[in-house]
């Protein structure tokens, strides 16, 4: 499970971003493509929204691997 901390500013991340940031995705179309495509999991449920907020506890699952968002 790949682990995203939030800066001390933040409150949320984008769900598009968080795919980038864990290095599931190359790219923010390609992150587009696969969220669009119901491919991608926000906390167990097929979410379709590129810009879904994920914050502290939220977990998000793609192709085999989980995110886990964490302060």
Same mark, same amino acid.
């Given at each position: 499970?790949?682990? #995203? !901390?939030?800066?001390?500013?933040?409150?949320? #991340? !984008?769900?598009? %971003? +968080? @795919?980038? $940031? $864990?290095? @599931?995705?190359?790219?923010?179309?390609? +992150?587009?493509?696969? #969220? %669009?495509?119901?491919?991608?999991?926000?906390?167990?449920?097929?979410?379709?929204?590129?810009?879904?907020? @994920?914050?502290?506890?939220?977990? $998000?699952?793609?192709?085999? %691997?989980?995110?886990?968002?964490?302060k």
């Amino acid at each position: 499970m790949e682990t #995203i !901390k939030l800066r001390e500013t933040d409150e949320f #991340i !984008k769900l598009g %971003q +968080a @795919l980038k $940031a $864990a290095g @599931l995705v190359e790219s923010g179309v390609e +992150a587009k493509e696969v #969220i %669009q495509d119901g491919m991608v999991t926000v906390n167990g449920e097929v979410d379709t929204r590129r810009g879904r907020k @994920l914050y502290p506890g939220d977990t $998000a699952s793609f192709d085999g %691997q989980e995110i886990k968002i964490e302060k």
